[in-house]
């Protein structure tokens, strides 16, 4: 099985920076698409961006220009940069991950969720 663990929520103020990081681990075979989701209380998750094993990006229109998303494929890691930082961007962030695991069943992830926080 394939877990993930994200790290580097926290509180930021308008127009100030985070970065997230999301790590997965387990019996990996293949990770295709990763990327970030996000949601709010009483709200349904979006898409904040995905990247691919090859390096494909997708941004949902309100991140681009302010957020980029990368990968270390060798460390099966992603990461979102998160700049410019709006108040509306307060949302607990979502790490996903496609991936195969060694007995080549294949499926999505989730991780447990970061808090991020833009306020003043």
């Known amino acids: 099985q394939v877990q993930l663990v994200e790290s580097g929520g926290g509180l930021a103020q308008p127009g100030g920076s985070l970065r997230l990081s999301c790590a997965a681990s387990g019996s990996i075979f293949s990770i295709n698409r990763m990327g970030w989701y996000r949601q709010v209380p009483g709200k349904e998750r979006e898409l904040v961006a995905t990247?691919?094993?090859?390096?494909?990006?997708t941004y949902a229109d309100s991140m681009k220009g302010r957020f980029t998303i990368s990968r270390d494929n060798a460390k099966n890691t992603v990461y979102l940069q998160m700049n410019s930082l709006k108040p509306e961007d307060t949302a607990v962030y979502y790490c996903?991950?496609?991936?195969?695991?060694?007995?080549?069943?294949?499926?999505?992830?989730w991780g447990q969720g970061t808090q991020v926080t833009v306020s003043s």
């Open positions: 996903i991950a496609d991936a195969r695991s060694s007995d080549l069943t294949y499926g999505s992830t």
């Open positions: 990247i691919t094993s090859g390096g494909t990006t």
